[in-house]
């Protein structure tokens, strides 16, 4: 579970960024964060691995079951330990390229293995047998030794939630991690992220509305910073013109 409550930011100049915002997601919970180009949903998805601190808020994340931190307040150590907890699948992957996929997936637990064997690779067997269990979720087995870098779209966001199903996080995030992908990959990597809200509560960015209803268990609507929604994922088209404006005729609807 993660807990965010009243999160603001505030830009050096003072404009608000994000204004008060609160939202619980539990595990079973498949959230899709909709909204405007600039309504400050990406900044909301990095408060809740630290990568932007907000100036007012408090959020409670559930690292394991029963136990609590606050992460807008833990120290840099700790911060470590927490983010070894949350997955993170992005638009633009963020894969090594020149390394396999399999090295991919292994990197996932980097964080909690010591550096040493982590800069030389050191895995176990155990855990190369766990990463291959990882990249066949997503279907990808057949293709461990390849280097990611010849991978299709597709099969790289594939190897992306493999990294993260082999972390064993306990909340996983994803900033826009369709918008690179035809219609019918688009798809699949819906249902492979939603299969992972079975077990932890998963949060996502998203600019396609119909794909959030179809997938998703709950829509959160964010405009200038604040949240104007929170609900059913199915919204109504005069909803929707009041998220996006004039954005709405723009946006690619599959
Ligand atoms: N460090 C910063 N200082 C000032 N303004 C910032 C900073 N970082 C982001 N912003 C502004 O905050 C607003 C929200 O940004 P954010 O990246 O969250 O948008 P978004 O909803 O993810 O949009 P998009 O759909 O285009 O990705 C934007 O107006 C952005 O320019
Ligand atoms: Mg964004």
Redesign the pocket.
């Known amino acids: 579970m993660i807990e965010v409550q009243n999160i603001s930011k505030f830009?050096?100049s003072g404009?608000k960024?994000l204004n008060n915002i609160s939202f619980t997601v539990k595990k079973g919970e498949f959230v899709g964060i909709l909204?405007?180009?600039?309504?400050?949903?990406?900044?909301?998805l990095r408060t809740l691995n630290r990568l932007l601190t907000p100036d007012e808020g408090v959020i409670n994340f559930e690292m394991s079951p029963g136990i609590f931190k606050n992460i807008s307040s833990v120290s840099k150590k700790e911060l470590r330990a927490i983010r070894q907890k949350i997955g993170v699948i992005f638009q633009g992957y963020h894969l090594i390229q020149r390394s396999t996929v399999l090295e991919n997936v292994l990197i996932g637990r980097i964080g909690s293995i010591s550096t040493l064997r982590s800069i030389f690779y050191g895995f176990t067997d155990k855990e190369a047998a766990e990463a291959m269990v990882a990249l066949q979720e997503v279907n990808m087995a057949e293709f461990a030794n390849q280097k990611v870098a010849s991978l299709s779209g597709g099969e790289k966001q594939r190897v992306a939630i493999a990294r993260a199903i082999f972390q064993n996080p306990s909340l996983v995030l994803a900033d826009?991690p369709i918008s690179n992908l035809d219609p019918s990959n688009a798809k699949l990597i819906m249902k492979l992220i939603k299969a992972l809200s079975d077990q932890i509560p998963v949060i996502g960015?998203f600019?396609q509305p119909l794909m959030t209803a179809k997938y998703c268990t709950r829509v959160i609507a964010?405009k200038e910073?604040q949240i104007v929604y929170d609900g059913h994922p199915n919204l109504s088209e005069e909803q929707l013109l009041d998220i996006y404006g004039l954005e709405l005729e723009q946006l690619q609807q599959f």
């Open positions: 830009s050096k404009r960024l909204g405007a180009s600039g309504a400050g949903k990406t900044l909301t826009e960015v600019h964010i910073g």
